[in-house]
């Protein structure tokens, strides 16, 4: 079926200067007769790819299948009146207004950013982003050399204030700045913003076309995915990864940090298992996907941006950790998952939480609230597939010197009452939930510790849980 919903148009700047960003690349390592350490893993997978991919997308691991089945059978059983079929029902209504929406940001395809912009060769088919926390001079009084690009938003208040200070910028002129930034990146390199609107576009049509049999949103839905996965035009290379991601123009092409641009694809993946499951994906859909995510797996064990950012001490490292582990158990690699879950996790979130819960380095950052809220969902993410992956270690209670249940028990008081939050915030707001927020930690943390209190305080830091995907798709024992 072809879709109905139309393509929404793409911004387009008048002309602006800019100028090459100087080169910062990790090379792999090369033997003599010029095969890399990523040439071979590739050889290793490939020849065993014909068996693998036969279970592949069968499964969910971020999402929790029964619970979906529980709540799919309360939203088609007409003698049920209830306030949680109300709740299903206006979820199931959300996801696909959500689902729609998105569908219309098309075409999702990695080949809309400008050739040669920034000295970019479009023909490679390579994932491009730049930071939104920097910008070329032409949008600060650092003079004419645009070599001379400055991280405005440093990584304490108090440096980001002198800043401000100094340029006589009001909080709202500094948060418009960086609007301006993330405006000119998205006009020129929209690629992150397709990654973007890919995830909220697949993630709820699935959930609705799981729910209402909307072919129309399926099959706009396994269009999207073609496009930026399959389709030989309009598909990334992940060959090369995120080698050119979260740039800063005039200063390096890449960060260790832009992995986190991927940090939605485990849910893009249960989203695509769910349509695989119902047959909207072809083997043709399944065979393309397995192949690219093993390239795309093998990037990230081989050029040094995985390792890197699972050393950072903040949400980054649970974030690249949660990514790693669940492209592998989705590629049937559950004993790797494992493994890095049970070598990783735990020292993780010791390095990272003060005895009392506190998470000292998102506190130290300009929207505290909102990486603190991150990065305690990120690692009840990264512990739920720990737990998926067979593994027994709990880094969820108490009992433990630090866990998830004691960051929450820090940040509760601040997120569900008026108690006034003591570290100072770039934004006018507190930043407590979203795509990853402090109810998704503390959801997770009813569920794998049978806490029902727990499922309530989610509901007081979120009321609007039940209105989201959410409530649909993330595990609960009651529903089962």
Wanted: net charge negative; with cysteine; aromatic share 12%.
């Amino acid at each position: 079926m072809e879709r109905a919903m139309t393509c929404a148009g793409l911004l387009v700047l008048g002309s602006v200067t800019l100028v090459n960003a100087g080169t910062f690349r990790h090379a792999a390592s090369e033997d003599s007769d010029g095969t890399t350490h990523a040439d071979i893993l590739r050889m290793k997978t490939q020849s065993r790819q014909a068996s693998s991919y036969a279970g592949f997308l069968e499964d969910t691991y971020m999402w929790d299948m029964a619970t979906l089945e529980a709540r799919k059978r309360v939203f088609e059983d007409t003698n049920v009146n209830s306030k949680d079929k109300d709740d299903i029902d206006n979820a199931v209504k959300e996801a696909k207004r959500l689902g729609e929406k998105f569908l219309e940001r098309c075409p999702f395809s990695i080949m809309l950013k400008e050739d040669g912009f920034d000295g970019q060769d479009k023909s490679l088919h390579q994932y491009v982003s730049y930071s939104t926390y920097w910008w070329p001079c032409n949008f600060n009084p650092c003079g004419s050399t645009r070599a001379e690009a400055r991280e405005y938003i440093a990584t304490s208040y108090e440096a980001q204030q002198m800043d401000l200070a100094l340029e006589n910028l009001s909080a709202a002129e500094f948060a418009e700045k960086i609007n301006k930034n993330s405006t000119l990146n998205n006009a020129y390199v929209p690629d992150k913003k397709v990654f973007y609107n890919l995830h909220h576009a697949i993630k709820n049509a699935a959930i609705a076309y799981y729910f209402s049999g909307d072919e129309e949103l399926s099959d706009s839905a396994v269009k999207a995915f073609r496009e930026f996965f399959i389709n030989e035009d309009t598909k990334m290379n992940p060959k090369l990864g995120l080698s050119r991601s979260q740039a800063v123009l005039g200063y390096v092409d890449s960060r260790i940090m832009g992995i986190m641009d991927f940090r939605l694809i485990v849910e893009i993946l249960d989203a695509l298992a769910v349509l695989n499951m119902k047959g909207a994906l072809t083997e043709s859909d399944r065979e393309g996907l397995y192949t690219w995510l093993q390239d795309y797996k093998t990037w990230l064990e081989t050029e040094g941006y995985w390792e890197g950012a699972i050393n950072k001490i903040n949400n980054h490292a649970p974030m690249a950790l949660m990514q790693m582990m669940g492209i592998a158990m989705h590629l049937g690699e559950k004993d790797q998952a494992r493994s890095y879950y049970n070598d990783l996790a735990k020292d993780m979130i010791d390095s990272q939480m003060e005895s009392d819960g506190a998470l000292p380095d998102e506190l130290s950052r300009t929207r505290p609230t909102h990486y603190v809220a991150y990065c305690l969902a990120a690692f009840a993410h990264m512990a739920h597939l720990g737990a998926e992956s067979g593994s027994s270690m709990d880094i969820w209670g108490l009992d433990e010197k630090r866990s998830i249940e004691l960051g929450l028990e820090w940040a509760l008081p601040y997120a569900t009452t008026d108690l006034t939050f003591p570290y100072d915030e770039i934004t006018v707001v507190t930043e407590w939930t979203g795509d990853y927020g402090l109810e998704d930690a503390a959801w997770l943390l009813a569920y794998h510790k049978y806490s029902d209190e727990w499922k309530d305080r989610a509901l007081d830091i979120n009321p609007k849980f039940k209105e989201s995907y959410k409530w649909l798709v993330f595990p609960d024992r009651s529903a089962e």
